[in-house]
């Protein structure tokens, strides 16, 4: 090589050095950057926020959270008892709905907005329902039901708190799950309305856009809730109302009872010891309703930020066959 070519190379990888240092430096300072505008926290006292789902489990924690930041919580319960518990955590107002019934729903954001005199700060939709089970055996009653709370009553509640919203420039946030962005077998009605609350999320974030309100979706992994603790006896409760419902029907060749035990015992096993601590889905919601600057998505939890992730940007191909080998059972009985 000529003196004139190695002086050439050398200049280059000289440039694309200082080039890739560059980018490197610029993207270290942004993280940081990023992470510390994201502990900016707003001063939380006498805010008004509702939170659905305060019975139990992440609702419930998240009405300890946010009482303990000196917000005003109004807890929307589904039982009297729950009511008592969210009122010891904390909450403001406690009141007893059935989110299915949309009456109920419009007449709570009626009180609601009276109650807060039209100075709502938030509202985290963390109630929801799960009923598992195969397609062939899952009744259509199931998808309706499912939907009702986990679809329908945050797009009815939320449309009918939005003037107060939009007036404080507050925060919606609504609790998916890595069902939302990843569907898996043998949860369909559940994954078809967290399926549906995304596609509402990214509407309505941009609808709201102009007007400051900020919109945030919570994708947690599987919790240890009362939600995740009941999940595989729910399983078999699908599968014994549609033995109620069609005890002739082909699907009972294909899925039997002798193998429903085994699966929902093993199962049973399998999601406890990967159930995690809820404390990262309720940290992730009031950040998401606290912070200066919160995030348009927290994947809550280490399965969600690692196996869902992957999940969810790997080629369709790649998690079809990952599913396949892992999460769904070959029906014991083959059938036509
Ligand atoms: N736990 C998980 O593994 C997990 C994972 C991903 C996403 N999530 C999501 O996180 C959110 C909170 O779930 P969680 O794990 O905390 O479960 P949870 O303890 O069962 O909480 C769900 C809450 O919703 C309430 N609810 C159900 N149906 C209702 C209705 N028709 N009207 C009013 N309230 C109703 C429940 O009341 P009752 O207790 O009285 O039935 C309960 O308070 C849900 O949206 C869920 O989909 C959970």
């Given at each position: 090589m000529s003196v004139e070519n190695s002086g050439l190379l050398l200049s280059v990888v000289l440039v694309l050095g200082f080039a890739t240092l560059t980018v490197a430096l610029l993207t270290v300072a942004r993280l940081l950057y990023k992470s510390l505008i994201r502990q900016q926290r707003l001063d939380m006292t006498g805010r008004w926020l509702v939170v659905t789902g305060?019975?139990?489990?992440i609702g419930l924690g998240v009405v300890t959270a946010l009482a303990a930041c000196r917000a005003k919580v109004i807890a929307c319960c589904y039982t009297e008892e729950g009511s008592k518990k969210a009122l010891a955590a904390g909450a403001a107002w406690a009141p007893q709905l059935d989110l299915t019934h949309d009456d109920a729903v419009r007449n709570i954001a009626q009180e609601i907005n009276s109650r807060t005199e039209g100075l709502l700060w938030g509202v985290v939709h963390a109630a929801g329902t799960v009923m598992p089970g195969f397609?062939?055996?899952?009744?259509i009653h199931s998808y309706r039901q499912v939907m009702a709370v986990n679809f329908f009553a945050p797009v009815l509640l939320t449309q009918k708190l939005l003037s107060a919203l939009r007036r404080s420039k507050g925060r919606v946030v609504l609790v998916s799950s890595v069902d939302g962005i990843v569907s898996l077998p043998g949860n369909a009605p559940y994954d078809a309305s967290k399926f549906a609350l995304e596609a509402y999320a990214d509407a309505l974030r941009v609808e709201l856009s102009f007007c400051g309100v900020m919109v945030s979706v919570i994708n947690p992994a599987t919790m240890r809730t009362p939600m995740a603790e009941t999940f595989f006896p729910a399983h078999r409760a699908t599968w014994q109302a549609m033995a109620t419902d069609?005890?002739?029907?082909?699907?009972q060749m294909l899925w039997p009872e002798s193998w429903l035990d085994q699966y929902v015992d093993k199962n049973t096993q399998q999601l406890r010891s990967i159930a995690e601590d809820p404390a990262a889905a309720v940290n992730d919601i009031v950040h998401a309703a606290t912070a200066v600057h919160p995030k348009l998505r927290y994947l809550s939890g280490r399965l969600a930020k690692s196996l869902f992730y992957a999940l969810w940007l790997m080629p369709e191909s790649w998690s079809l066959r990952f599913k396949r080998l892992t999460v769904q059972p070959k029906p014991p009985r083959s059938g036509s």
């Open positions: 305060c019975d139990s489990g397609v062939d055996y899952q009744p069609d005890p002739a029907g082909d699907w």
